[in-house]
């Protein structure tokens, strides 16, 4: 049976060995792409390819987003196959080679930007490209057939995979034509008018599998823990407890004679003990006494006194950095006629991926050979070059699917690592990560406090909204602060920051989990306060914004907000955006007040996220992101004491199980024709505050610092 | 040391140490990598496989006790993925990430093969020592009912 491989690598190996077929190749960034014959391939240089077509009729198309599970590998190869009119059914997916002068893509789409696959942005950043290169492959064809056939290829139609001559009634299929087709001195930029007409897209917008499902339910989707090389050996790493000590081995002597064990590697940050099998260098890991010198900055680190130096700081004189500001603020908000407060609060998070980090590493002479599931491959190859002093095509990186990524594995630490014993020992190596590692040096979802306050006019409007974010992590605290779609004539929103020397990072959604939780709990109680409905509310807040109030009212309708709901539960209501994408969510709670545990029943969530390439998947994404956020809300809580992370597995960091699922999640999309948008973190952001507000309207108590964990609840109940 | 035992329907001799273990055995010793490792310590299932017809955690099972046993993997569950787990695994299209599936599924497979016909409670009973974490708990649950329906 078919078996999924990794990718080859570096293209010009992968070509080299390919036969009986031609690969379409687009030469630079920007420049139109042109038809290769295999053997005209061995000169080439430095180019690469979007897809390749044999002569049976198998296109190949190149994935040029990392997979870790959002499904875009599929996605990005429908919208090329869309405009290629390329047979589906044909269609064979291969990760792209690390060349983001090629792959890779800017912030605002444009070509040759960077392959890092972050934000829910493959599908939104490669969309018009896509499209484009498709087309472009679709007219190389058609201008091969045109000449062969002695037709203008203006006469020419395809229909999946298949080229056809309506005035003469000739067909043929796409892999015939490998046969003869030339390279054409260019293929020019397709125009927009052109291109598909969306409503005779076949894939664009329809359902279709996943690529990588079939591989996923027998085993043989390869992760780069599954990787094996001749010679490989084993490492396990003891890194440092509290971030920025050093380690000095106590237990050097018995460490190195256990059988089995063949070498240490001192690191800045760790030891190293490379072994000829797993569970010796898992067993010498555990065995290896270390002491931790220094005193850095996050030795003075305790979690649960962070937000009182964040409360001080929010009172100080100091301004941190604005992230929106309109009217005035200072002006207005002392004269409003009504003040309302509130503070929210949110522990660390850790990412928790499936897949602990590993990484295979093979360090040459004057190369390096790498197998890695990373979001970030051209990131990787650069670090890991750069580290080396090699030049960037001397490293070799073979990108992996991704037991989970979720922002951690757009870090290339434990790549680096792995280069580091693989150099020192000469050998190629598999590192491995425990759970243990993987969580305790986590790189975690910043802790913050949030204060908001609100001002209310004499006409009982929200006249001033001031929203201060205090906590650590810099840039990772402001993301979705902003309420750009909510119409209050004065706004401050500010971001500041403590830096506590420990390790943060994006984890799904990033700053916007957080901060949507409180901005759409604070908007609760606001209503509440003003004994306004919750949809109300917002439906006022937002009513100059007709695509997010489809999206709140969409949600409302589905879930026939305002009906009556069975007793001892209750709903709660919010929006949020993110990636561009439009996401509101209803959900329905129960309590129970013994033990303070949360059962959430039901979640309705509608989502807006412009044209959709894959539905199915599109709403899978949001139910996956709504039930991992659902689990970051109820359970998920890193403490430090004394800058040391307080938790290790997952029986103290439960993450959520299928008992604690909801019943039902009911999804939809509203259709659009805008541009797409991200939808692989949608979901996410408006979990906290749908919880907190049911919990408010069945209880009347007020749940304000994630997780709410059932002894917060119970603490809360009692209060 | 020696060991053997059957392996997918195939006796297999390995050569290792005294301590080795099940998990890193079936995927370091036999390159068999569909079993995977998510925390060492019994509480995820990524390393379920089965042992004389048992679902077991790999990664907390001694390499000593499965001699002259029979161990199952995701590998051995078909030779053509036409179980009829991973057949509507397929059509409900449950993996994500995907990392965390073969112990799903060799999960569910122990599940049907003593019950075929459990209820939603019971499902959720026995498939909740393996974590997921894209979130695919609620497609897990439609594949096994479906399946169910179908034994
Ligand atoms: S790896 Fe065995 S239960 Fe988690
Ligand atoms: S599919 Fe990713 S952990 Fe389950």
């Known amino acids: 049976m078919e078996k999924q491989l990794e990718s080859q690598g570096l293209s010009r190996r992968k070509f080299l060995k390919v036969g009986g077929g031609i690969t379409f190749l687009v030469t630079a960034v920007g420049l139109p792409a042109l038809v290769f014959k295999k053997g005209e391939l061995a000169e080439s240089k430095q180019i690469s390819a979007w897809v390749h077509l044999s002569s049976d009729g198998t296109v190949t198309i190149y994935n040029p987003a990392s997979e870790m599970g959002q499904g875009t590998m599929t996605a990005l190869a429908a919208i090329f196959a869309e405009e290629m009119d390329a047979d589906w059914s044909k269609v064979k997916i291969e990760n792209a080679p690390v060349e983001p002068e090629i792959y890779g893509i800017g912030w605002g789409g ?303 630490d434990f790549v680096i690592e792995a280069v580091d014993i693989s150099k020192a020992v000469n050998l190629p190596v598999k590192l491995q990560w425990t759970r243990e590692d993987d969580l305790q040096y986590g790189a975690f979802r910043p802790i913050s406090l949030q204060k908001l306050e609100a001002g209310i006019d004499q006409n009982g409007n929200i006249n001033s909204w001031k929203h201060v974010v205090v906590g650590t992590g810099g840039g990772l605290l402001g993301s979705g602060a902003d309420i750009p779609f909510y119409d209050i004539p004065n706004k401050l929103i500010e971001v500041r920051n403590i830096d506590h020397g420990v390790r943060t990072k994006h984890w799904r959604a990033v700053g916007h989990g957080p901060n949507k939780f409180a901005i759409e709990t604070f908007v609760d109680e606001i209503a509440l306060e003003q004994k306004k409905d919750p949809y109300q509310l917002r439906r006022e807040l937002m009513k100059n914004h007709p695509r997010e109030l489809a999206v709140l009212d969409k949600v409302a309708d589905m879930a026939k907000w305002g009906s009556s709901v069975p007793e001892g539960r209750a709903r709660g209501i919010a929006f949020a955006e993110r990636s561009g994408s439009l996401a509101a969510g209803i959900c329905e709670i129960s309590v129970d007040r013994s033990t303070g545990k949360i059962k959430v029943h039901n979640i309705w969530g509608s989502l807006d996220g412009g044209v959709v390439v894959h539905p199915a998947n599109a709403k899978y994404q949001m139910e996956g992101s709504l039930v991992m956020g659902l689990s970051s809300v109820l359970f998920e809580s890193i403490t430090f004491k004394e800058g040391q992370v307080e938790q290790s597995n997952f029986y103290d960091y439960p993450i959520l199980r299928m008992e604690d699922a909801p019943e039902e999640i009911m999804l939809e999309i509203i259709p659009s024709t805008e541009k797409p948008t991200g939808i692989g973190e949608a979901g996410l952001p408006f979990m906290g505050a749908i919880i907190s507000n049911a919990f408010a309207a069945l209880t009347g108590k007020r749940l304000r610092h994630m997780p709410f964990t059932p002894e917060k609840v119970l603490e809360v109940l009692a209060s | 040391m020696q060991y053997s035992f059957i392996l997918n329907e195939k006796p297999v001799q390995v050569t290792a140490e005294e301590d080795a273990n099940l998990l890193w055995t079936l995927r370091e010793r036999l390159k068999l990598t569909g079993t995977k490792f998510g925390c060492g310590v019994s509480l995820c299932g990524a390393c379920t496989v089965h042992l004389d017809g048992k679902p077991v955690k790999s990664c907390i099972t001694p390499l000593s006790q499965a001699v002259g046993k029979k161990v199952t993997t995701i590998e051995g569950l078909s030779e053509d993925r036409s179980h009829p787990l991973q057949v509507a695994w397929i059509e409900e299209q449950v993996p994500q990430c995907g990392y965390c599936q073969s112990g799903q599924i060799m999960q569910a497979a122990a599940l049907l093969a003593e019950n075929p016909n459990p209820n939603r409670e019971e499902i959720i009973k026995h498939m909740n020592g393996v974590l997921c974490r894209c979130g695919t708990y609620l497609r897990i649950l439609k594949a096994i009912e479906k399946t169910a329906q179908k034994v």
């Open chain 1, 110 to 412: 444009e070509r040759g930007g960077s392959m890092l696959t972050v934000g829910s942005r493959s599908v939104s950043g490669h969309f018009n490209n896509l499209r484009q290169s498709g087309a472009q492959a679709r007219y190389a064809l058609l201008s091969a057939v045109a000449e062969k056939w002695g037709v203008d290829r203006k006469e020419l139609k395809t229909d999946s995979g298949l080229v056809f001559h309506p005035k003469s009634n000739k067909k043929i299929t796409y892999g015939e034509i490998v046969e003869f087709v030339k390279i054409p001195e260019s293929v020019p930029e397709i125009p927009d008018s052109d291109l598909k007409n969306p409503k005779d897209f076949k894939l664009i917008g329809r359902d279709y599998q996943r690529y990588d499902v079939p591989f996923k339910v027998d085993g043989s989707a390869i992760y780069s823990g599954d990787i094996h090389v001749p010679g490989m050996v084993y490492a396990a790493i003891v890194r440092s407890p509290v971030n920025g000590t050093q380690p000095e081995l106590k237990n050097e002597t018995a460490i190195r004679g256990i059988k089995g064990v063949l070498n240490l590697v001192s690191l800045e940050h760790g030891i190293g003990v490379v072994a000829s099998n797993m569970e010796t260098a898992l067993k010498a890991k555990a065995m290896m006494e270390i002491t931790w010198n220094g005193d850095p900055k996050a030795k003075s680190h305790n979690s649960q006194d962070a937000y009182e130096e964040y409360e001080a700081l929010s009172k100080s004189s100091q301004t941190g950095s604005i992230v929106a500001q309109s009217g005035d603020l200072n002006r207005e908000l002392p004269k409003a006629q009504k003040t309302i407060r509130a503070d929210y609060k949110n522990d660390y998070i850790y990412h928790a991926q499936m897949e602990p980090l590993n990484a295979v590493a093979h360090v040459k002479a004057d190369s390096a050979e790498l197998w890695v599931g990373t979001q970030a491959a051209d990131g990787t190859r650069n670090d890991v070059a750069n580290h080396l002093g090699l030049d960037f095509k001397a490293v070799n990186l073979h990108t992996c699917y991704l037991g989970g990524g979720f922002g951690r594995r757009s870090m290339t």
